[in-house]
């Protein structure tokens, strides 16, 4: 059977004060209501200025926009009527986690229980996508090649340079934010899918985790649905990023699909040299240079996305997805939602309020 590398996407947006433009930990005043309405569309996060909306399972990326718009509308209008303001960016510039207040809610004291300041300091927004893959061998095989994408996916989704109050020298501040947690990063290559199965049946059989969703990979295959979720990303300030992230990573998992149809397969790489991509994705974003690893050489960012949506163009047309691979030509001419707040940093001589 083909894939149908359906669509599915979480957003995690900051709930703050209309005038200070502070994190305000009130999401609860808007939840009641809220999951009456959106149901299982909307749902808490473990910090109380922390709401998370989810699509449900879409077929392309035209009906994933109609979605994360009709959702992003539904919260933004209920957060208004609770005299409260959504905000779209991987971290806040200014307000301090240790003011923060966690959701009541057993798996997340249990978190805070077992990891302490690092859970409570894990303040941070993301955009995930989901993209389903029924067969769960071929999910593997997707995996270990489309560890290579994920920092030229990060680099085009960071809008996170502020932490605490200061402008940290990175485009993704939350990239590195996260990597306090166990289990997160670019993962180990998998020789099959019992070889991931026994991996993390040793987790839950020495107590390091109870089920599969205490996995925080960079890209996991899901504990509980049959869909590859890539986590990667900061959450884009536009829902035109976010479709065309969402595009970008269906047309690649297609893409790697028909190579693997084929008895074919893209190269694959160490974490270790993966990772240090990433890095440079976090710092620099679009502005600076990857290392091309077939190469062995640095090369600019754009060039690099440049070759890459030519490598995805074949599938293109197929999903549907045209328009939303054509926005990624927009993020490198206006920047990406990092490079938009470091310009009002610097037009407005470092007002984090304006930010």
Not at 155 to 175: E, I, N, Y
Request: glycine share 6%.
């Amino acid at each position: 059977m083909n894939p149908q590398f359906t669509i599915g996407i979480e957003e995690e947006f900051q709930v703050v004060d209309p005038k200070t433009r502070e994190l305000k930990s009130h999401v609860s005043e808007m939840l009641a209501e809220g999951q009456m309405l959106l149901q299982e569309h909307l749902k808490p996060e473990m910090h109380k200025a922390v709401v998370e909306i989810g699509t449900g399972i879409c077929k392309n990326v035209e009906e994933a926009r109609e979605s994360v718009v009709g959702l992003r509308r539904a919260i933004i209008e209920l957060a208004h009527k609770n005299g409260l303001r959504l905000v779209a960016a991987g971290t806040h510039p200014f307000s301090d986690w240790r003011t923060q207040e966690i959701t009541e809610n057993e798996r997340y004291k249990n978190l805070v229980d077992e990891m302490g300041d690092v859970a409570r300091g894990n303040l941070i927004f993301g955009l995930h996508v989901h993209i389903g893959i029924e067969d769960r061998e071929i999910a593997i095989a997707l995996c270990n090649q489309m560890r290579y994408f994920l920092p030229h996916i990060l680099a085009l989704s960071t809008s996170s340079p502020f932490w605490l109050g200061r402008k940290t020298g990175l485009k993704s501040t939350r990239a590195e934010i996260f990597k306090k947690f166990p289990r997160t990063g670019i993962p180990d290559v998998f020789s099959s899918w019992a070889d991931f199965e026994l991996f993390v049946q040793t987790l839950i059989k020495t107590n390091c985790i109870d089920n599969g969703k205490k996995i925080w990979w960079d890209i996991r295959p899901h504990a509980f649905f049959n869909t590859l979720e890539i986590r990667i990303c900061d959450v884009p300030s536009s829902v035109e990023t976010t479709i065309a992230l969402a595009g970008l990573i269906q047309a690649t998992m297609a893409k790697l699909w028909l190579l693997h149809k084929n008895n074919m397969s893209f190269r694959i790489y160490r974490s270790s040299l993966i990772e240090e991509n990433k890095w440079r994705a976090a710092r620099y974003g679009i502005e600076g240079k990857l290392i091309d690893l077939g190469k062995q050489k640095e090369v600019p960012f754009r060039d690099l996305l440049y070759e890459y949506i030519r490598f995805v163009d074949d599938v293109v047309d197929d999903l549907e997805c045209r328009s939303a691979i054509n926005h990624l030509y927009r993020i490198l001419e206006i920047g990406t939602s990092a490079d938009r707040q470091l310009r009002v940093y610097e037009e407005t001589n470092g007002d984090l309020t304006a930010v």
